[in-house]
């Protein structure tokens, strides 16, 4: 089992469509949260840490569940621009002094005009 | 843009043969983490160095190492390659090992093994 699991997509949706990622993980020593944004054939970038209490920035909505090792992405009124792969992450301490990022597959979205 | 560099941006290589990847820091940061990013996956940990120190190994083979030097840039050595190690390395720079220290990416560097 993957050790952070999101569905691959591709999400087809219309500009202005509200699309929703979720994703699951399995290590409990995960410490810290984050959703990247990543452009083809580009670096991945840090689109938003993610919260137990939530947050936002703007038309995007992260949200994490502890105890159901789960986290989620919302996009409202989705742009063209917002299309990407989007990566759910996770950072691990490992033995006290490493900090690993470990990463899902990532969603593809692709919003139509 | 991250401030962190790599290079070469493209190297194609041989089975067999060796690789040498290089990564610059972000200013005023201590800590680099190396990630292999195969098509269609999402980046895999190789290594973290913190203070010219490996802190830190995912699972890859002893033909994977590292050096970070005194201004804390770092590369990425591969020994024997094999097609599979095809893929897009990234390099990472932090100000800490801390988890709550943001990585941040550079470029990376698409490997090619023919």
């Known amino acids: 089992r993957k050790e952070v699991e999101q569905d691959p997509g591709p999400f087809n949706v219309p500009e202005g469509a509200t699309v929703a990622f979720n994703c699951t993980y399995s290590n409990s020593a995960s410490q810290s949260f984050f959703w990247y944004r990543q452009d083809c054939r580009k670096e991945p970038k840090l689109l938003m840490s993610v919260y137990s209490s939530g947050n936002e920035d703007g038309r995007f909505t992260a949200q994490l569940n502890r105890a159901s090792q789960y986290i989620s992405l919302l996009i409202r009124d989705s742009k063209l621009s917002d299309s990407a792969t989007y990566l759910c992450?996770?950072?691990?301490?490992?033995?006290?002094?490493?900090?690993?990022?470990?990463f899902g597959t990532g969603t593809l979205l692709a919003v139509q005009p | 843009e991250t401030g962190v560099t790599q290079s070469p941006t493209h190297l194609i290589k041989t089975r067999g043969q060796q690789v040498t990847l290089r990564c610059s820091s972000q200013?005023?940061?201590?800590?680099v983490s190396w990630y292999q990013q195969a098509l269609g996956q999402g980046p895999q940990f190789i290594f973290q160095y913190y203070r010219e120190e490996e802190n830190g190994r995912g699972n890859f083979p002893p033909r994977f190492s590292g050096l970070q030097f005194p201004n804390y840039s770092s590369e990425l050595n591969v020994n024997a390659l094999e097609l599979d190690d095809s893929a897009l390395y990234l390099c990472?720079?932090?100000?800490?090992?801390?988890?709550?220290?943001?990585?941040?990416f550079g470029p990376g560097t698409r490997l090619t093994v023919l």
């Open positions: 990472a720079s932090s100000s800490g090992t801390s988890v709550y220290n943001e990585q941040f």
């Open positions: 992450v996770v950072n691990v301490l490992y033995g006290g002094a490493t900090n690993k990022l470990i």
């Open positions: 200013s005023g940061h201590n800590t």
